[in-house]
Nanobody
Framework: QVQLVESGGGSAEAGGSLRLSCIHS????????MGWFRQASGKEREAVAT????????YYAASVKGRFTISQDNAKNTVFLQMNALKPEDTAMYYC??????????????????????WGQGTQVTVS
């Protein structure tokens, strides 16, 4: 059974940085989509960044492009989200998710939460 465990959330000042990690265990890592989503209070869950575990294909939401970077360490089955130049509007619960279909990281397609069927417990990011 695949499990995703996030870490690295916390508080930061505007302009600061945080790095989130997501460890994938219990199943094959290669050949599917991994994504970071976030949900702010009172808002819908949205895709932040996605990556295909088998290659370099990535997606970034317009609101984070140029500030956030998604990367992976295939040897450690871990996905990272480096968040720089943080803004108060980045405050949210951040979730790691996996899509084994995979359709959630197809080039030219905006990832949707419904594409992803395995989720971590989330890690809070607060920017002030």
């Amino acid at each position: 059974q695949v499990q995703l465990v996030e870490s690295g959330g916390g508080s930061a000042e505007a302009g600061g940085s945080l790095r989130l990690s997501c460890i994938h265990s219990g199943g094959p890592y290669a050949g599917h989509c991994m994504g970071w989503f976030r949900q702010a209070s009172g808002k819908e869950r949205e895709a932040v960044a996605t990556i295909f575990t088998g290659g370099p294909s990535t997606y970034y939401a317009a609101s984070v492009k140029g500030r956030f970077t998604i990367s992976q360490d295939n040897a450690k089955n871990t996905v990272f989200l480096q968040m720089n130049a943080l803004k108060p509007e980045d405050t949210a619960m951040y979730y790691c998710a996996a899509d084994y279909a995979p359709i959630g990281c197809r080039v030219g397609r905006t990832p949707q939460p419904d594409d992803y069927n395995i989720w971590g417990q989330g890690t809070q990011v607060t920017v002030s």
